[in-house]
C-alpha cells in the first residue's frame, strides 16, 4: 500500500520539487502552504507522514505542530532553513520525530522518511498487541481507556472491568452470577441487579443503538456475550 506523505510548504518550488520526486518514489502526496490548511489536511487525509515547514504565514510550523500533537500521533518530520542547535530542540519540543535542515539532498530526505515510517510501523505493531478492537469499539490495555469511533469514552471503573472481561472472551457467554464474581469479587443472588444496570449503563456508552446492541448481547436465559458476528 502506497505511503501518503503530507507536505506542508509555502515555497512554491521547493513544494512542486519534493512532490515530484516523492510521486516518482511512490508516495502518494497531499500539499498545504498555511499552516491552517495542513491542520485540516491532516485530519481529513489521515496522511502517514507529515513533512512540515517551520516559516510558514500566519500559524508557524512549530504551533502546527503542537496542534497536530494534540489530534493525532502521525510522525512529523521538520524540513527548516533554521539550522542551530535551539531551533532543532524547539522542533523536538513541539513534537517533531525528526529534523532535515534546507538544502537538503532528496535522497537523505527520503532515507529519513523511510526511518520514520519504519519505526512508527513496529511501534504500531507493538501497540496492537495491547489493544483490544473490535469494529468500532477499542480498549488500550495500557492505559485502560475506551475507544468509540476514536473518540474517547468516560467508563466508570466496573463498567471497564465489564467491558474488557467480555471483550476477552469475544463470543463466550456469561452468566449474571460469573460476572458478578468476576467483577466485584463474590456472590449473592440478591446483587445480581447490579450486572443488568452496569450492562444497561455500558451499552448506552457504547452502543450506536442501545435498544438493539451490536456487541453486547443478550443470550436469554443465560446470560450476556460480547459478539463479534
Known amino acids: 500500500m ?9 515555497d512554491k518550488d521547493i ?3 519534493t512532490t515530484l520526486y516523492l510521486q516518482k518514489k511512490g508516495y502518494e502526496v497531499v500539499t498545504a502552504d498555511t499552516g491552517n490548511l495542513a ?6 487525509e489521515k496522511p502517514n507522514l507529515v513533512l512540515l515547514d517551520i516559516l510558514l504565514p500566519g500559524i508557524n510550523g512549530l504551533d502546527v505542530c503542537k ?14 532553513c533554521k ?7 524547539q522542533g523536538f519540543d513541539a513534537g517533531a520525530d525528526d529534523y532535515i535542515t534546507k538544502p537538503f539532498d532528496m535522497a537523505e530526505l527520503e532515507a529519513r522518511m ?14 496492537k498487541g495491547q489493544r483490544l478492537s473490535f469494529g468500532d469499539l477499542s480498549v488500550d490495555l495500557r492505559t485502560l481507556n475506551v475507544y468509540v469511533r476514536e473518540e474517547l ?8 472491568q465489564l467491558l474488557i472481561t467480555l471483550l476477552q472472551h469475544p463470543n463466550q457467554v456469561f452468566s449474571a452470577e460469573q460476572l458478578y464474581q468476576q467483577i466485584w469479587g463474590v456472590y449473592c443472588s440478591g446483587d445480581l441487579k447490579t450486572v443488568m444496570v452496569h450492562i444497561s ?11 438493539k446492541p451490536k456487541y453486547i448481547q443478550t443470550v436469554r436465559g443465560f446470560g450476556y456475550k460480547f459478539t463479534t458476528e
Do not use: G
Not at 502506497?2 to 509555502?10: C, F, P, T
Open 114 to 127: 523511510k526511518a520514520i515510517l519504519r519505526r512508527s510501523s513496529q511501534t504500531a505493531q507493538h501497540e
Open 83 to 89: 539550522r542551530d542547535s535551539v531551533d532543532k530542540v
Open 39 to 44: 491542520l485540516t489536511l491532516v485530519q481529513i
Open 67 to 80: 496542534h497536530m500533537r494534540e489530534m493525532t500521533t502521525v510522525p512529523i518530520l521538520f524540513m527548516s
Open 201 to 211: 449503563n455500558l451499552r448506552k456508552k457504547v452502543e450506536q443503538d442501545p435498544t
Open 153 to 160: 469514552v468516560s467508563l466508570y471503573a466496573k463498567e471497564k
Open 15 to 17: 513544494r512542486e520539487l
Open 2 to 10: 502506497r505511503k501518503k506523505v503530507l507536505i506542508v510548504e509555502d
